[in-house]
């Protein structure tokens, strides 16, 4: 599937969707995310490219048309703009898990939320945009205590990030990694994820705050992604 951008899509490799060669040496990378939005939409629903996990436009999430891959959704801060899904199976975890997503803040302000499951008192998992201006990552366990990891780059305006973060059960740590670089853990741990009742949203949080800026290509997994996988997603899309 290719919108006339340059990378590899998965589904120019043979079965669409999985990648059966290529450079991801075989795995079935985006075949067995869970969740996959390539956010080509202009406004509206945004279609789940593997499964029934539509997103529902709040505040009419518009497009622009210079995403990573085609268009991607522009989030207005201003205009309280997001996209969410109710709570189910698909979007909750209880172990390992693994988002990777393209992102372009307009405006870096205060916790700019990106993605998350995260309600005043059910968190479960987000990252956003701190005052760093970093990314900053959180995973909560059922009793509410947390691990936090932030990215080591200085984020600026207007330039387009591949960030993969998530939890790994292995360690009990969170984690990140940034245009395929070296993952940073958290230096606290927890024994598993909150499995809350929040909604999954992108460009907002349950209880409010806003990003500002542009969203694409956004994938979530029920695993951790090797170093080759992450590496690979600066040229793959779905």
Not at 140 to 152: A, H, L, Q
């Amino acid at each position: 599937m290719s919108y006339g951008r340059p990378g590899i899509h998965l589904g120019d490799l043979g079965t669409p969707g999985i990648c059966q060669s290529g450079p991801f040496g075989g795995h079935a990378t985006l075949g067995d995310a869970t969740l996959a939005y390539k956010l080509e939409e202009e406004s509206g629903i945004r279609v789940d490219q593997v499964g029934g996990n539509n997103l529902t436009d709040n505040s009419t999430v518009l497009f622009n048309a210079s995403g990573k891959d085609g268009n991607c959704a522009d989030f207005e801060a201003s205009l309280s703009e997001s996209l969410s899904i109710l709570d189910n199976s698909d979007v909750s975890v209880t172990s390992d898990f693994t988002w990777s997503t393209w992102i372009k803040a307009e405006t870096l302000g205060s916790a700019a939320p990106i993605i998350g499951k995260d309600g005043l008192n059910h968190r479960d998992y987000l990252i956003f945009a701190n005052t760093g201006p970093n990314f900053e990552i959180l995973v909560f366990d059922p009793g509410g205590s947390s691990c936090k990891v932030v990215s080591n780059e200085t984020l600026s305006t207007a330039t387009w990030y591949n960030v993969v973060w998530g939890w790994d059960s292995s360690d009990g740590k969170c984690f990140v990694s940034v245009d395929g670089g070296t993952v940073k853990k958290s230096t606290g741990t927890i024994a598993s994820v909150n499995d809350g009742t929040s909604p999954l949203y992108l460009g907002s949080r349950a209880f409010g705050l806003f990003f500002d800026g542009l969203i694409d290509e956004t994938y979530f997994w029920k695993r951790v992604l090797t170093s080759a996988e992450r590496t690979a997603l600066q040229t793959t899309f779905y």
